[in-house]
């Protein structure tokens, strides 16, 4: 009887708490910050999320309790949909969703400056954009695909027959990347965007090759205006001075010869060639 007490006894305190760990937690550190006064007309609020949540339900107003704004969003912040007044106290918060439940934070409140400053446009959007942009330095690998294939040597052996050396049709090496990453999740610490990269070139090159396409990038740590992380990408490199046999020349196969009956000595073209780009890149 004993050991059944004790097992009711771990359910009825155990069952509800692990019950409550799957809710949502709860959203803070506002910005604006509670009481805010001085808020300029245009301003963007943004919180920092709860952990466990999925989605957010933005209440903003005039009024307290503030009426719902935006159910169901990903992001962490929000732009209000109408023009701000000067001087006009404001009333917002925020809902945390996950499958489990709901978790609301405290009602926060700003005011708007009396002298009616408002951000420029081009600022707010140059701010958003700073807060999606980061750069990185990527392990990258070139894949060669298309023909004709990338060959850095070759030579006519004496049957006249073309035999490649060194091929380059699959390239690893380092790029320096950049991207931008405007769609979150997981509470702002995973994001996807495209990325730009390059390869810093050698033999009087500056530039060996220039690279673009989709990335995944996860952060480092639990707050989501950091900038650390390791991204995985994918998309199209374009080499710009990739050498190739010349056209007439194809390995394995007999060098084409001149009036004499002899081989023609070996030509190499230089061309812009395309290939399939995979980066693992640590991002800041």
Known sequence: MLRWSRWILVLLVGLPSALLAQVPGVPTSPQPEDHAPGVAIGTTLSWTGGANSSSYDVNFGTVNPPP?????????????????????????????????????????????????????????????????????????????????????????????????????????????????????????????????????????????????????????????SGRKGFGLGFGYASIPVAKTLGDEFVPNQSAPVGKDGKSLPLRFETRDKGSVLLVLAFTF
Do not use: C
């Open 68 to 224: 719902q704004a935006s159910p169901g969003q990903s992001t962490l912040s929000y732009k209000p949909k109408i023009t701000l007044v000067a001087g006009q106290t404001y009333y917002w918060s925020v809902t945390a969703h996950n499958a489990n439940g709901q978790t609301p934070s405290p009602v926060w409140s700003f005011t708007v400056a009396s002298d009616a400053q408002t951000l420029p446009a081009t600022g707010a959007a140059a701010t958003s954009t700073l807060q999606n942009l980061g750069f990185g330095v990527a392990l990258s690998l070139q894949w060669n695909i298309l023909n004709p294939p990338i060959i850095n040597d070759a030579t006519i052996d004496a049957n006249g027959i073309v035999r490649v050396n060194a091929r380059a049709n699959t390239s690893p090496g380092f790029m320096l990347e950049m991207h931008y990453l405007p769609v979150k999740w997981k509470q702002g610490l995973t994001g996807f965007g495209p990325f730009v990269a390059v390869q810093p070139g050698g033999n009087n090159q500056i530039i060996s090759s220039v690279g673009a396409g989709d990335m995944i990038d996860w952060k480092v740590g639990s707050d989501p």
